[in-house]
Nanobody
């Protein structure tokens, strides 16, 4: 089993930065891609960014140039550096991981590509 725990969320003002962390534990040796999704109240969960084991990255158009996804495989930890935050970034941010794509695979950008999920961390951006 794999457990994922997000941290780093909070309340910030527009233009500020936050760094989210996702710590993986359990059977982490089999993990390949990891990703971030977010869900605002009343809206569906949406893709934010993903990163493969070999550091291939994808970003949603809405966050390109502002967010940076990274990972430290030795620490089994993934990060999301969020800069120039906007009120529309307000959401619960979820960490996700999968064990199917392989070391050289691309990181999924869809919800069903990830069988493991954290419980989320709230990010609120005020204007």
């Amino acid at each position: 089993q794999v457990q994922l725990v997000e941290s780093g969320g909070g309340l910030v003002q527009a233009g500020d930065s936050l760094r989210l962390s996702c710590a993986a534990s359990g059977r982490t040796f089999g993990l390949y891609a990891m990703g971030w999704f977010r869900q605002a109240p009343g809206k569906e969960r949406e893709f934010v960014a993903s990163i493969s084991r070999s550091a291939i990255t994808y970003y949603a158009d809405s966050v390109k140039g502002r967010f940076t996804i990274s990972r430290d495989n030795a620490k089994n930890t993934m990060y999301l550096q969020m800069n120039s935050l906007k009120p529309e970034d307000t959401a619960v941010y979820y960490c996700a991981a999968e064990d199917r794509s392989g070391r050289w695979g691309t990181p999924p950008r869809v919800l069903n590509g990830y069988p493991y999920w954290g419980q989320g961390t709230q990010v609120t951006v005020s204007s």
